[in-house]
């Protein structure tokens, strides 16, 4: 097992800020330096174990999807080498967990897209039939593929809260407040850009989700982020149909009426909900072998998807 990177400490470059699981640089006016950190959130709170490899995992991953979807949709990467960007004693920290990357305008929401009924979907289900306020055929049972992929935008919450669902309409109020200005002379709208990151977001998830099924692997549900250019481009950012952003299942373990077992950090979230704990920092410690046990299964899942083993 590989050290773990719990947070980069990169000198050369300013930071602009550390997220749940990234760091982030200024690389001149019009690019980022992302690295990804081996930490670990659940119920959105930051555990102090980090998960050793999670962090290459999560880049080498994104990186493999942005590849093979890149005739979607544009995306975030530059090409540069992160490693030409830092100190020489630094580029240890980002090798095979950095990349450089164009320096977007976020869209203000999460693009989520489910494929199946679980999760807070299956409870929203039962409870009124309908996902999110997109009605559903009666009698599904859990985990059930739905009829066809749904989009059902989330509000971007800060640090330490909890995501929103909202309608797509109220997607379409917040990206008009927030792309105002950057989209301004353009001849588009924020309200056009969201319907844009929907119709991005249902066909990756849809491509993304028939390939992994050809490497034994469900894509439940995943989410998205875009960014948009001077020029009103969308572009795919953040990560893609990782671990972190998305729910893995087995194809031969599925079984429809049964949660089935995930690749995802739902083990960690499965071993914390056994413990005393009312889900708000600081979190309890995590064991050794839940530790292990949850690093394996982030590098299964990329070995399996990609048919590549992990670049240490």
Same mark, same amino acid.
């Given at each position: 097992?590989?050290?773990? /990177?719990? &947070?980069s400490s990169i000198k050369s470059l300013p930071l602009l800020g550390r997220g749940k699981v990234r #760091? +982030?640089?200024?690389?001149?006016d019009d690019k980022l330096l992302i690295v990804t950190s081996d930490r670990l959130s659940a119920f959105d709170v930051i555990l102090s174990n980090p998960i050793p490899s999670k962090g290459k995992v999560l880049t080498q991953l994104a990186n493999f999807w942005f590849g093979k979807l890149a005739h979607i949709l544009p995306n975030q990467l530059t090409g540069i080498d992160p490693q030409s960007v830092v100190a020489a004693d630094e580029r240890e920290q980002v090798i095979g967990r950095g990349l450089v990357v164009k320096r977007l305008k976020p869209l203000p929401i999460e693009a989520v897209v489910r494929g199946y009924l679980i999760g807070s979907g299956w409870k929203d289900y039962q409870q009124t039939g309908a996902v999110c306020g997109i009605k559903l055929p009666a009698g599904l049972q859990l985990a059930a593929k739905l009829p066809e992929p749904i989009f059902t935008p989330a509000s971007k919450a800060e640090q330490g809260e909890h995501d929103e669902n909202i309608s797509f309409e109220q997607a379409q109020i917040n990206c008009n407040a927030t792309l105002a200005?950057?989209?301004k002379g353009t001849g588009k709208t !924020?309200?056009?850009? $969201? @319907? &844009?990151?929907? #119709?991005?977001? +249902? @066909? /990756?998830y849809s &491509?993304? @989700? #028939?390939? @992994? /099924?050809?490497? !034994?692997? +469900? +894509?439940a549900d995943t989410k998205f982020e875009f960014g948009v #250019?001077? $020029?009103g481009t969308l572009h795919l950012i953040d990560e893609a149909l990782t671990p972190d952003s998305s729910r893995f299942w087995p194809a031969d373990s599925y079984k429809l009426g049964s949660n089935p077992p995930s690749y995802d950090k739902q083990y960690v979230r499965d071993h914390l909900e056994t413990l005393d704990w009312n889900k708000k920092a600081p979190a309890p410690s995590l064991p050794a072998e839940v530790i292990a046990r949850t690093s394996e299964k982030y590098i299964e899942a990329f070995e399996q998807l990609t048919g590549q083993k992990l670049a240490d």
């Open positions: 097992m590989t050290q773990a /990177l719990y &947070e #760091d +982030i640089y200024a690389v001149g200005d950057i989209l !924020g309200a056009q850009a $969201a @319907a &844009e990151a929907r #119709d991005a977001a +249902i @066909a /990756l &491509e993304a @989700a #028939d390939f @992994a /099924l050809t490497r !034994g692997i +469900i +894509i #250019d001077a $020029a």
